[in-house]
């Protein structure tokens, strides 16, 4: 199919070069990744042809002006300067940035920053170590599992991540067997009440897509902080993206795919660069089926604390299972038959998503205070000698009366 299509000044109203030309290179990006799926047998891969109104927008260094709390965005020639007013200051220096992205996601606009941020550097003898090595475990209950040199260990719970997805996915149900009626069928435009509805839709869901995004990075700092406060200088993570490739239902599928392994991952790596540590991807196979202390199979515990009934093991699964991913070697070797896994003996507990509404403080959180410990509820007296019971006795209400009897 051919046609004529038109070129030069005006076809992209006032958008300028720089702008339209990262429009088409994104699209022929999209078009080109589609191509290569496609020819790799992945028949899912959908090309790019649904029409867009909204697109997001590049602009490279130099073609862009900030100031403070305002950006200028270049047009095309003979038109007015457009000045984007931001909600805050950008967080890096003028000569750091090196491109900005103007999108839309959920019916807000945002303003997507790249900049070149130096590595950190650190006094001698406090830096990281290259010697010193730890493990990270990745997972849904806990997105990161550290165990590290010296007995140290990091738990870092996100309990809350899991909690706002599952509320999220119900509260979606929820409204859409509300609006199930008023769907407009295929090929419908849709009532203006239909589209205040999806208006609604979009903004729900760029919300809880920030939520989540910044449990992820609030996670992944804490790893950071504390791998350099450990001194840690390489960081072996397991990699279970061949997990991805298994079909075992719906509910195991959406578990899965709610639980972003590739974010987690990339987040973690972005952080640890900038903080001097290297980052490397290893086998996690059978690392939270194994006992470190005979080298046994040991069946799937129920719970998080794993036991080995051949010995006299006991500890927490995940912490276990990060303290054979440190031994492991990258490339996707075996554990080294001389590296012997020794699980952590103090462990630090951290939340992700205290953000999150109704993320309260945990019953386990060391940093409480210590007339906090215990129960969560207020403290009740002892009961009296003898051991009878503070509460109220029962009414028995004899519903079997004889007659004439009240």
């Known amino acids: ?10 076809t992209f109203g006032e958008l300028d070069s720089t702008g339209a030309r990262s429009v088409l290179r994104r699209f022929s990006d999209a078009w080109f990744a589609a191509a290569k799926r496609r020819k790799d047998g992945d028949v899912s891969a ?29 047009t095309a020639r003979g038109t ?8 805050r200051e950008v967080p890096y220096p003028v000569e750091q940035v090196r491109s900005v992205t103007l999108l839309c996601e959920g019916g807000r606009l945002f303003l997507d920053i790249t900049a070149e941020v130096p590595v950190a550097t650190y006094p001698a003898g406090e830096g990281p170590d290259p010697a010193r090595v730890a493990g990270v475990d990745l997972g849904i209950i806990h997105p990161y599992a550290v165990a590290g040199p010296d ?18 996915l119900a509260d979606t149900k929820a409204r859409r067997r509300a609006v199930a009626r008023r769907a407009p069928k295929p090929g419908q435009k849709g009532s203006r009440r239909w589209r205040r509805y999806r208006r609604r839709a979009r ?29 840690v200088g390489v960081l072996h993570v397991g990699d279970p993206r061949g997990m991805l490739d298994l079909d075992a239902g719906r509910r195991r599928n ?7 392994i590739g974010r987690l991952l990339q987040v973690l790596t972005d952080k640890a660069v900038l903080a001097g540590i290297t980052v490397h991807l ?51 070797g075996p554990t080294t038959p001389t590296a012997i896994p020794v699980p952590p003996e103090v462990v630090t507990h951290r939340r992700a998503g205290r953000h999150l509404p109704g993320a309260g403080r ?41 007659p004439g009897e009240r």
């Open 1 to 10: 199919m051919s046609g004529a299509v038109g070129v030069g000044p005006g």
């Open 46 to 74: 959908g090309f790019p042809r649904r029409r867009r109104g909204l697109v997001p927008v590049r602009w490279y260094h130099g073609t862009f002006t900030l100031d403070g709390a305002r950006v200028r965005i270049p």
């Open 80 to 87: 007015g300067p457009l000045w984007v007013r931001l909600a």
């Open 151 to 168: 007995g140290a260990g990091l738990l870092v719970s996100g309990r809350a991540i899991r909690a706002e997805h599952r509320m999220h």
């Open 203 to 231: 903004r729900v869901e760029g919300r809880h897509g920030r939520r989540v995004r910044q449990a992820q990075h609030e996670a992944a700092r804490q790893v950071v902080s504390w791998a350099v406060g450990q001194r």
């Open 254 to 260: 959406l578990r899965l795919r709610q639980w972003q």
């Open 282 to 332: 290893v086998d996690e196979r059978g690392t939270s089926s194994t006992c470190p202390g005979c080298r046994r199979r040991v069946p799937k515990p129920r719970g998080r604390s794993l036991t080995c009934p051949h010995c006299t093991f006991s500890g927490h699964r995940d912490l276990v299972a990060a303290a054979t991913i440190a031994t492991r070697t990258p490339g996707g």
């Open 362 to 402: 945990s019953r386990r959180d060391p940093r409480r205070p210590r007339a906090a410990r215990g129960s969560v509820g207020p403290r009740r007296p002892a009961p009296p000698s003898g051991g009878k019971s503070l509460a109220q006795k029962a009414r028995i209400h004899n519903q079997h009366q004889t």
